[in-house]
């Protein structure tokens, strides 16, 4: 690919993205941080603009995809040894369709639906309403956010497709998807316990378990850890030079600096040893860690501790991500070894 396409791609991918985090934190949107995160999903999976019809057909995706969550609330309710069953089963299901070549928004979404959605409705029904409706405008902004991107930083016409990633061959998927699963239920079960506290928890989860099946097993436990840990860095620095001068143009500016140097390494206009899976969900934990530390702040709370305490569950989850692809690996092996 041609460093200036690289380039171009990279400006992309960070004004939409800023541009997200700017406008639904200026609009006071139910759960700001979707759009941006959506945004980023958008942007990085595809290079072509979507058309702006497109936007409603998203939400409603969203509306579908996530509201599948609900019909969960009453079996977690009444029966809820055999409702973590089928939401297990499921996510596993969902994993795997994404690894056969299956749409990997399409199955974000649905583990989002099965996980996060059905977790806040056990609570409160009213609660995961409001989720999926702030999942629903997120979309819609993220979606007219994207194509703005695009018409500032237009693809151009003779630009190489990217290729697809590789697949794996049937007895891997299997396995990938099996740890991906291990991944992500324990912040689902966390969550049923205090769904407000641990939501933020399974939207990592979900991509420490999307990068899990993305990457090789001998480095996949240094990227979940480094990822976190450089994605924390960066939200405190970004944090304090905000604190030099509080205004909704200068954290969209410094937002837009901060994404871009991660866009640039994420396509390679700056080389690294790191895969794009690494950078995904760095720039995504960067985002959910610096749009709650803002809420906590209009909310009053106590911004640092909160950072602290919500950084540590992070890296938590990163510790038993990197310890189950482990497990999950060895085990393989030896049953590979085992006549």
């Known amino acids: 690919m041609p460093i200036e396409l690289r380039r171009l791609r990279a400006l992309r991918l960070a004004w939409g993205t800023a541009l997200c985090l700017a406008v639904s934190f200026g609009l006071g949107l139910p759960v700001p941080i979707l759009a941006p995160v959506f945004a980023v999903l958008l ?143 324990p912040a689902f079960l966390l969550a049923l316990i205090a769904p407000d506290t641990f939501m933020p928890l399974i939207m990592k989860s979900v991509s420490l378990g999307q990068q899990a099946g993305e990457t090789h097993a001998r480095h996949a436990s240094r990227e979940l850890i480094g990822s976190t840990l450089l994605a924390g860095a960066l939200a405190i620095l970004l944090w304090g030079a905000l604190g030099l001068f509080v205004h909704l143009w200068m954290f969209f500016l410094w937002g837009l600096l901060f994404c871009l140097w991660q866009a640039r390494r994420l396509y390679q206009a700056v080389m690294t040893q790191q895969t794009p899976a690494f950078w995904i969900s760095c720039l995504t934990t960067f985002l959910i860690l610096l749009g709650q530390s803002v809420q906590d702040s209009a909310a009053g709370q106590d911004v640092y501790r909160a950072f602290a305490v919500r950084m540590a569950l992070f890296v938590a989850v990163s510790l038993y991500a990197s310890a189950m692809l482990i497990w999950i690996d060895r085990r393989r092996a030896r049953q590979v070894v085992t006549p």
């Open 43 to 185: 942007l990085a999976m595809r290079s072509q603009p979507l058309p702006l019809r497109a936007a409603p057909l998203l939400a409603l995706l969203v509306l579908l995809s996530c509201g599948s969550g609900l019909l969960l609330i009453p079996l977690l309710r009444h029966a809820p040894v055999s409702g973590v069953l089928v939401v297990g089963t499921g996510v596993y299901l969902v994993l795997r369709y994404a690894l056969l070549g299956g749409n990997g928004l399409l199955a974000n979404l649905l583990v989002i639906g099965l996980t996060m959605i059905a977790a806040a409705g056990t609570s409160d029904f009213t609660l995961a309403l409001s989720v999926v409706e702030a999942m629903a405008k997120g979309m819609l902004l993220a979606t007219l956010g994207c194509a703005l991107a695009h018409l500032l930083f237009p693809e151009p016409a003779d630009a190489p497709v990217p290729s697809p990633p590789a697949r794996l061959n049937d007895n891997e998927v299997g396995w990938v998807a099996l740890r991906a699963t291990l991944i992500v239920m």
